[in-house]
Structures are given as C-alpha cells and as structure tokens.
Nanobody, 121 residues
Framework: QVQLVESGGGSVQAGGSLRLSCAAS????????MSWFRQAPGKERDVVAT????????NYADSVKGRFTISRDNAKNTVYLQMNSLKPEDTAVYYC??????????????WGQGTQVTVSL
C-alpha cells in the first residue's frame, strides 16, 4: 500500500519560511519523480516544483523561482519543499505527488492528502 504523507504546513507571516516534508512508503522511492502541487480556494491545482528520481534536475513554477527549493533524500524516502520569503498568494493546500520514471504521459501515480499553508500580512 503506497502512502505519501505531507507535514510541515502551518500559518506564517509574510516574509517567513516553512519547510514541507513528504514521507513515502510502499514504493521504490528512488524510481519516482516527485512534485509538489498547490491548490488555493476556487483555483485549479498547479504544479509548484518537480525533482527527478535521481535529484539531478529540478523545475519550478515561475511564481516560486528563487524562493522555493525542492530536494529529496532517497535514503529516507522523503521529498522536501523549502519555502522562503512567503507571500499571501502562496496560501494553499500543498500536495506531494509521485510518478514512476517509466510512466507514460503526464499523470501522477500517487498523491498525498495535502497540508495547509496560510500566509498572512
């Protein structure tokens, strides 16, 4: 049974930082591309950051470039999202997702339950 469990969300003032973690179990973690998505109320779920199975390549949404950093520890089956210089517009539920390196197409195989991030002025 595959599980992705996010943690580290919370409330923070603008300019602050949070570090999200996503612990994976039940899968060969090092074979999966990992991404963080977010969904604000009334909006679609959008990708925030992606890291390849080896960790050698990362990609970011333009809105978070230079502020967020995605990383992974394959020995701990965990992916992280370090969020700095947070803005109120970063407020959303953040989800981690996993896609096997051999999966065809753009869909993801597994999703976490989400963690709320709230940024206030």
């Amino acid at each position: 049974q595959v599980q992705l469990v996010e943690s580290g969300g919370g409330s923070v003032q603008a300019g602050g930082s949070l570090r999200l973690s996503c612990a994976a179990s039940g899968l060969t973690f090092s074979s999966y591309r990992m991404s963080w998505f977010r969904q604000a109320p009334g909006k679609e779920r959008d990708v925030v950051a992606t890291i390849t199975w080896s960790g050698s390549i990362t990609n970011y949404a333009d809105s978070v470039k230079g502020r967020f950093t995605i990383s992974r520890d394959n020995a701990k089956n965990t992916v992280y999202l370090q969020m700095n210089s947070l803005k109120p517009e970063d407020t959303a539920v953040y989800y981690c997702a996993a896609r096997n390196r051999y999966t065809v197409g753009s869909g993801y195989d597994y999703w976490g339950q989400g963690t709320q991030v709230t940024v206030s002025l």
